[in-house]
């Protein structure tokens, strides 16, 4: 026969087990929300740096040439620029207005797409890739086909005259020409 003191004990030792076990969920649960938030705190605070470090490269890059009084780079050039003990490139490339159609990133061209030819973000973001691997395609010499002319981005899929005729006058495929490069153009602006 079981004594009625030790079903108690029992049920009550289950209860305490029951509490241990719900307080060590509870625990897990609250040390992986901190680590979760220490992670995406860390990896905010690298992001700002590298901006930081990014917009300081380009100011020394742009301080550089203001003091050259007057030579422009007549085409792409990298500077090599050191600040904090970190060694960054910045590619400078004059200022026309024109975007490079040879050049310019996804990000650009799918801006001008959405913003001058008038298209919708997804759409414009497929054509700026399709520009994109249309310009790689690789001649039968091996190497990338880029735009002879500007005329040549209506032979893009998913070019159309219409968005061809909005777009014209605010692009080239001539190096010499140059390229509006968006990284740069806020600083220029500035100065």
């Given at each position: 026969?079981?004594?009625?003191?030790?079903t108690q004990r029992g049920v009550a030792l289950?209860?305490?087990?029951?509490?241990?076990?719900?307080?060590?969920l509870i625990v897990t649960g609250l040390v992986q929300a901190v680590r979760s938030e220490a992670r995406t705190t860390g990896l905010q605070r690298q992001a700002l740096v590298a901006n930081g470090l990014a917009d300081a490269a380009i100011l020394l890059a742009l301080q550089s040439m203001q003091a050259q009084k007057g030579v422009l780079p007549k085409?792409?050039?990298?500077?090599?620029?050191?600040?904090?003990?970190?060694?960054?490139?910045?590619?400078?490339?004059?200022?026309?207005?024109l975007i490079d159609i040879n050049h310019a990133s996804v990000v650009l061209l799918s801006d001008l797409y959405r913003h001058a030819g008038g298209m919708n973000p997804d759409s414009a973001q497929a054509l700026a890739q399709a520009?994109?691997?249309?310009?790689?395609t690789k001649s039968t010499?091996?190497?990338?086909?880029?735009?002879?002319?500007i005329e040549d981005l209506l032979?893009?899929?998913g070019m159309t005259y219409e968005l061809y005729a909005?777009?014209?006058?605010?692009?080239?495929?001539?190096?010499?020409?140059?390229v509006l490069r968006?990284?740069?153009?806020?600083?220029?602006?500035?100065?």
């Open positions: 026969m079981k004594h009625p003191e030790m289950i209860a305490v087990l029951w509490l241990v076990a719900a307080m060590g085409s792409i050039q990298v500077m090599p620029v050191q600040f904090e003990g970190r060694m960054s490139e910045v590619s400078v490339q004059p200022l026309n207005g520009t994109v691997e249309f310009r790689q010499k091996g190497r990338a086909q880029g735009f002879d002319a032979g893009v899929s909005k777009i014209n006058h605010l692009i080239t495929a001539d190096l010499k020409t140059a968006s990284a740069v153009i806020r600083w220029l602006i500035l100065a």
